[in-house]
Structures are given as C-alpha cells and as structure tokens.
C-alpha cells in the first residue's frame, strides 16, 4: 500500500540546536500532519498542513516549531532551539482528504529524537 | 473538549481468545471513528472506520460499532493470534470544523502463543 516515508529515522543532538524532521508523504496526499509521542505515552497531535499553510496546530506546537513543504519537497518539522523535553518519536502522515474515506492517514515509521 | 478514552493499558491474552478493548470518546460534533494498529518499529496504521453513527466496521476479523447512545466503538476480536501482538488506538475525527484526529492512549496487546 501507500507509504510514508520518514528520514533520518533516528537523530541525537544537544540542547539548543536546530533539527529538521523530514517526511515524504504519500504521492497525491494533500493533507499533511505531525504526531508526537514520548515514550510510554500516547501520541499528540501538533499540527496539520494544506496548500503551504498550517491549518490547525495544537499547544504542543511551540513557538520554537515550524513546518513547510517547499515546491512539493518534503514535508518537514524545525525546532529551533530545542530543548530537553522535545525528545519523542515524531510521527508524519499524509491523507487525500478530510472527511469519509478520504481521511485515512497513512503513518511513517517516526524518527526518535534525543535532545541532550 | 474533544476526547477518547481508552482504560486498558494493556491486554495480554493466549491465541484464540477473545479480544475486547474498550473505547469512549467525547464530543459535541459528528465524528468519524477510528482503529489504527501499530506493530513494533512502525508507525500506525489504519484498522477500520466507521462514519455513521450505529455502524460496524471490520477487518481482518476485527470489528467495531459505532455505538452513538453510549459514545463507545469498542473493538473486538473473536480469536486472537500473536501476530495480533501490537499497539491498538482508538481516534475520532469531528467535523465542527476541527482538522485534528484526537487518538486515544493506546492498548497494549500481547498474545501468548
């Protein structure tokens, strides 16, 4: 089936610098979201993306956030700075649409970050 | 606000039992109600959907209604295997103009050979 694909999938950096999560969604999705999960917890929506524009973020979407998808590139997550608590596996997912069957979400594999 | 709420951490059963995890949610909308599954080292994937309230979904054995008067779509399974071995969320879509899917905790299921 579809696939997500998420690159790196593991990534460890110290306290205060800038990463980028990249994601590349399923073909001919046009919805595009952020996931994050901390070990042993559920995972918590942060934000979903439309037509170069962040639709709906929750409030674990700090200030220190950002998403793009430039000219149909990857979908990616900044942080910067990050701090300590920003460790957690970050999930992508892509869907067609919003609503009946459109609005399955097709996951990729995370990337765990590590903040040091 | 919008929530699902999923009691059962974890579940640990032998094969061919049977499998019921619970799951409520809440919300002033009209959701669409959802099972994903995730497998050791992969992200999640879609189980069943339902839309429409007092409807079943199922798949591969597994099934679901959407059970509109006590806000519940709880899943079943008649005979588990251990490749049924996973993580199971429930989530639930609003369409009162909200894009986010609210997931649940998570269940936890382990099936002993």
């Known amino acids: 089936g579809p696939k997500v694909l998420q690159i790196p999938s593991h990534q460890i950096i110290d306290m205060g610098q800038m990463v980028t999560l990249n994601c590349d969604p399923v073909s001919n999705h046009l919805y595009f979201y952020w996931y994050k999960q901390i070990l042993g917890q559920q995972m918590e929506f942060l934000v979903n993306f439309y037509n170069g524009k962040v639709m709906e973020k929750s409030k674990l979407f700090k200030d220190q956030f950002s998403v793009e998808r430039p000219d149909g590139s990857y979908f990616t997550l900044k942080i910067q700075p990050t701090a300590l608590e920003d460790s957690a596996v970050y999930f992508c997912?892509?869907?067609?649409?919003?609503?009946?069957?459109?609005?399955?979400?097709?996951f990729g594999p995370g990337t765990r970050l590590t903040v040091l | 606000g919008d929530s699902v709420i999923q009691m059962q951490g974890q579940v640990t059963l032998s094969e061919n039992d049977f499998l019921f995890i619970n799951c409520t949610y809440s919300t002033t909308g009209y959701p669409t109600l959802f099972w994903y599954v995730q497998y050791s080292g992969e992200g999640p994937q879609l189980l069943l959907q339902v839309t429409t309230a007092n409807n079943k979904g199922s798949s591969r054995g597994f099934e679901a209604t959407y059970d509109k008067g006590t806000t519940s779509f709880h899943l079943q399974k008649t005979s588990v295997q251990e490749i049924d071995s996973a993580v199971y969320y429930c989530a639930m879509r609003d369409f009162t103009g909200n894009y986010k899917y609210v997931f649940g905790a998570g269940t936890r299921l382990k099936v002993i050979a």
């Open positions: 997912a892509s869907s067609s649409g919003l609503g009946g069957r459109y609005a399955e979400q097709f």
